[in-house]
T-cell receptor, first 112, second 113 residues
Framework: DGGITQSPKYLFRKEGQNVTLSCEQNLNHDAMYWYRQDPGQGLRLIYYSQIVNDFQKGDIAEGYSVSREKKESFPLTVTSAQKNPTAFYLC???????????FGPGTRLTVT | GENVEQHPSTLSVQEGDSAVIKCTYSDSASNYFPWYKQELGKRPQLIIDIRSNVGEKKDQRIAVTLNKTAKHFSLHITETQPEDSAVYFCAASIGGAGNMLTFGGGTRLMVKP
């Protein structure tokens, strides 16, 4: 179970506020990913990073931003520009060149 | 880009019966196909995966088959138990830089005791 942690588990924000979700891993994985999951739906890729100080947009990057200043950390900021931010956010990591991705426990964000 | 379709969206079986979930993919370059199990409110857990150089892989009651020509792969669960009840996701990846996974929409499996 351990290795990838996300905090907090539940997060509540008012509309118009930016919010940052934490993702940390101690697996020495090079690549990290952020996914969004809506009720009854699959996972959609927001951003991914293969190495420190580099990241790429996924399928639904609009309204989100990330940073990768350390190998262990890949925080996701949900900005006020994201029109429908309420969702379950999952972080994942993998070794470079290895396709297996391992997920963190997720953060459920509710914006009202 | 890659597109993964998953069927059925819900599946109800009696305990002890078999369950089969099917996925199709669009990109013939895809070479890695994992299956994840997600219990309510929990993280997806990798349960089995298959690479394009094999046609079938088995792990106890779970098996995955791959048909590269038809571009589809399936998850087979035999002797289902109530604890198998969850949402199952298939995914496909072309590997390489980024190792991006494209996920299917998920199948909610309900095993009735």
């Amino acid at each position: 179970d351990g290795g990838i942690t996300q905090s907090p588990k539940y997060l509540f924000r008012k509309e118009g506020q930016n919010v940052t979700l934490s993702c940390e891993q101690n697996l020495n994985h090079d690549a990290m990913y952020w996914y969004r999951q809506d009720p009854g739906q699959g996972l959609r890729l927001i951003y991914y990073s293969q190495i420190v100080n580099d990241f790429q947009k996924g399928d639904i990057a609009e309204g989100y931003s990330v940073s990768r200043e350390k190998k262990e950390s890949f925080p996701l900021t949900v900005t006020s520009a994201q029109k429908n931010p309420t969702a379950f956010y999952l972080c994942a990591s993998s070794i470079m060149g290895g396709p297996e991705q391992y997920f963190g426990p997720g953060t459920r964000l509710t914006v009202t | 880009g890659e597109n993964v379709e998953q069927h059925p969206s819900t599946l109800s079986v009696q305990e002890g019966d078999s369950a089969v979930i099917k996925c199709t993919y669009s990109d013939s370059a895809s070479n890695y196909f994992p299956w994840y199990k997600q219990e309510l409110g929990k993280r997806p857990q990798l349960i089995i995966d298959i690479r394009s150089n094999v046609g079938e892989k088995k792990d106890q009651r779970i098996a995955v088959t791959l048909n590269k020509t038809a571009k589809h792969f399936s998850l087979h669960i035999t002797e289902t138990q109530p604890e198998d009840s969850a949402v199952y996701f298939c995914a496909a990846s072309i590997g390489g830089a980024g190792n991006m996974l494209t996920f299917g929409g998920g199948t909610r499996l309900m095993v009735k005791p």
